[in-house]
């Protein structure tokens, strides 16, 4: 009986356009942070992004797509960060008051490129209210201040706009201070827990969070009695 001898035919690359629109405007984003509207190209992108060039071009057939669907895109993604699946509804009722602010300043720690992508285009756009994760952020803000949790009065527009400003631009100072992870975590937790302390002696009624308050009580005091210390050892 003879043997029958076969040959494998080799396996063909499995197709992931998904995944090759989204390294596209990853690389998008840092470009587009970098070098501003004006230097962003379909071809550098492909390039950067080790995709044929082509295939780019099947995705976006021009700069101008490629422009408006990568600021799209890094809407979208804050969107997904700090408020997740928006028809998780059980995920969104347990959401403590801790979880937006410190989502919000870690994924601007690791991401400050596309902070700066999102807060250029707010501030070029002729209609900033469009934008989705401004519309989210501000939907949230004005949930919250119609509860019995917030102080009355609360002006949810400014008070969106002071609390993502700020968290866009403080990676920008943390990362000219910080280099290892390890550092720009901890400069994370420092914009969370200040971002707390305004919000709990500012628009929450604290009263209505006393874990929270004594935590913030706590935490202070810690900082309070490192300071102490040190500044002792310094006059030493």
């Given at each position: ?5 076969t ?8 197709r ?6 989204r390294?596209?405007l ?5 470009l587009?942070?970098?070098?501003g509207?004006e230097g962003?190209s ?9 995709i044929?060039?082509?295939t ?6 021009t700069?101008?797509?490629l422009?408006d669907?990568?600021?799209?895109w ?12 928006p028809?998780?509804?059980?995920h969104?009722s347990r959401?403590d008051p ?8 870690h ?8 902070g ?9 756009s002729s ?6 994760f ?5 939907a ?24 993502l400003v ?6 920008v100072w ?15 937790d420092r ?5 707390l302390r305004y ?12 874990e ?5 009580i706590?935490?202070?005091k810690?900082?309070t009695?490192a300071?102490?210390k040190?500044s002792?050892?310094?006059a030493?």
């Amino acid at each position: 009986m003879s043997e029958e001898t076969t040959t494998a035919k080799p396996k063909k690359a499995r197709r992931d356009p998904e995944g090759t629109r989204r390294a596209i405007l990853e690389v998008a984003g840092k470009l587009l942070a970098k070098d501003g509207p004006e230097g962003l190209s379909v071809s550098q992108v492909a390039q950067l992004a080790g995709i044929n060039r082509g295939t780019a071009y099947h995705h976006f057939p021009t700069r101008e797509m490629l422009l408006d669907a990568t600021k799209a895109w890094v809407s979208e993604q804050l969107c997904l960060e700090v408020f997740g699946d928006p028809d998780d509804e059980a995920h969104a009722s347990r959401r403590d008051p801790r979880s937006v602010p410190e989502k919000l300043a870690h994924f601007a720690m690791a991401n400050p490129e596309f902070g700066r992508v999102w807060l250029f285009d707010l501030l070029s756009s002729s209609q900033p209210s469009d934008d989705p994760f401004w519309k989210q952020y501000k939907a949230h803000v004005d949930r919250f201040a119609v509860t019995e949790l917030a102080q009355p009065g609360i002006d949810t527009e400014v008070h969106a706009i002071r609390m993502l400003v700020g968290v866009f631009l403080w990676p920008v100072w943390a990362h000219a201070h910080a280099n290892s992870p390890a550092e720009l975590k901890k400069m994370a937790d420092r914009y969370t827990d200040e971002a707390l302390r305004y919000n709990l002696y500012g628009a929450m009624r604290k009263e209505m969070f006393p874990e929270l308050d004594a935590a913030v009580i706590s935490k202070a005091k810690t900082k309070t009695k490192a300071k102490a210390k040190s500044s002792s050892k310094v006059a030493k």
